[in-house]
């Protein structure tokens, strides 16, 4: 059972200066967020074999955060760069993403990550499902084939609970795609590093930082217009992005224990900490 898995990745700055919030090769990385994606893929075509196409949209600066997945062991690379994608909302984003995907066919799965560092919306996933009209599960922490029933056994923890999932590999026969999207949880490997399941070899970093190893696309390629991307196609505008001021203070309280605690439940009651 071989697997054709697509991880849809993104790269962010990892250092914005308050003077600028350009995109340089200096200041992007792979979204960290994404990583727990890249780790699931690999450890499924280690069990499996297969192949991992890694795939992203940005500038070209996002290049280094690619270059990190090729190292980690990914198969392929393509990047949907072009200028009229500037300032996609997330309904573009998996518009555009879809599109790709499309073109990518026939894949198994497509991951991504739960959210991004920088926007942290998580809609990109499900919204890319959906135009795909392909199922889609979230936050899911364990992935396993089930040949026998040909089905995924998904697992996810949420408020407490451990869920279980059955997903048919393969949809109804009126679907072209047998696919299914998940996005997969930060407990899945250890997100604060490279990868847990694959060791980043010298060879591995030489073959990241070989030119051949990404494919460029654009709207073009696509068959998109500039006027269906970007910001002008985007239902939705950012128009205020500010650091947020935050104050810290200490206020003690005096009295007897017992007057300590009944002036602490009162301000905490008037802070609307508790009902």
Same mark, same amino acid.
């Given at each position: 059972?071989?697997?054709?898995?697509?991880?849809?990745?993104?790269?962010?700055?990892?250092?914005?200066?308050?003077?600028?919030?350009?995109?340089?090769?200096?200041?992007?990385?792979?979204?960290?967020?994404?990583?727990?994606?890249?780790?699931?893929?690999?450890?499924?075509? !280690?069990?499996? @074999?297969?192949?991992?196409?890694?795939?992203?949209?940005?500038?070209? &600066?996002?290049? *280094? =955060?690619?270059?990190? $997945?090729?190292?980690?062991?990914?198969?392929?690379?393509?990047?949907?760069?072009?200028?009229?994608?500037?300032?996609?909302?997330?309904?573009?984003?998996?518009?555009?993403?879809?599109?790709?995907?499309?073109?990518?066919?026939?894949?198994?799965?497509?991951?991504?990550?739960?959210?991004?560092?920088?926007?942290?919306?998580?809609?990109?996933?499900?919204?890319?499902?959906?135009?795909?009209?392909?199922?889609?599960?979230?936050?899911?922490?364990?992935?396993?084939?089930?040949?026998?029933?040909?089905?995924?056994?998904?697992?996810?923890?949420?408020?407490?609970?451990?869920?279980?999932?059955?997903?048919?590999? !393969?949809?109804? @026969?009126?679907?072209?795609?047998?696919?299914?999207?998940?996005?997969? &949880?930060?407990? *899945? =490997?250890?997100?604060? $590093?490279?990868?847990?399941?694959?060791?980043?070899?010298?060879?591995?970093?030489?073959?990241?930082?070989?030119?051949?190893?990404?494919?460029?696309?654009?709207?073009?390629?696509?068959?998109?217009?500039?006027?269906?991307?970007?910001?002008?196609?985007?239902?939705?505008?950012?128009?205020?992005?500010?650091?947020?001021?935050?104050?810290?203070?200490?206020?003690?309280?005096?009295?007897?224990?017992?007057?300590?605690?009944?002036?602490?439940?009162?301000?905490?009651?008037?802070?609307?900490?508790?009902?």
């Amino acid at each position: 059972m071989e697997l054709n898995i697509i991880a849809c990745v993104k790269s962010v700055i990892n250092n914005m200066l308050p003077s600028s919030n350009r995109n340089t090769l200096e200041n992007m990385e792979l979204n960290p967020f994404d990583k727990p994606a890249i780790e699931m893929a690999l450890s499924l075509i !280690k069990k499996h @074999k297969g192949t991992l196409t890694v795939l992203s949209m940005g500038p070209k &600066s996002a290049t *280094f =955060g690619i270059h990190q $997945t090729i190292a980690m062991g990914a198969d392929r690379a393509v990047l949907i760069c072009d200028p009229a994608l500037k300032e996609s909302d997330t309904y573009i984003t998996a518009k555009v993403l879809g599109k790709a995907l499309k073109k990518l066919e026939p894949f198994d799965i497509v991951l991504f990550g739960t959210r991004s560092s920088d926007s942290d919306t998580g809609h990109v996933g499900p919204q890319t499902a959906q135009m795909l009209d392909i199922p889609f599960v979230g936050n899911i922490h364990s992935l396993k084939a089930d040949q026998i029933k040909n089905r995924w056994i998904v697992e996810r923890k949420t408020d407490g609970y451990l869920e279980v999932f059955e997903v048919d590999a !393969k949809n109804s @026969k009126e679907q072209k795609n047998s696919s299914t999207a998940f996005s997969v &949880s930060s407990s *899945f =490997g250890d997100s604060n $590093t490279f990868g847990r399941t694959n060791f980043i070899s010298l060879y591995g970093v030489e073959r990241a930082f070989s030119d051949k190893n990404i494919e460029f696309w654009d709207n073009q390629t696509l068959g998109l217009k500039p006027e269906e991307t970007g910001l002008i196609a985007s239902p939705t505008k950012i128009v205020a992005w500010n650091k947020e001021k935050r104050s810290k203070g200490c206020q003690f309280i005096d009295g007897t224990y017992d007057q300590k605690a009944e002036q602490l439940a009162q301000k905490l009651l008037e802070a609307g900490f508790v009902g």
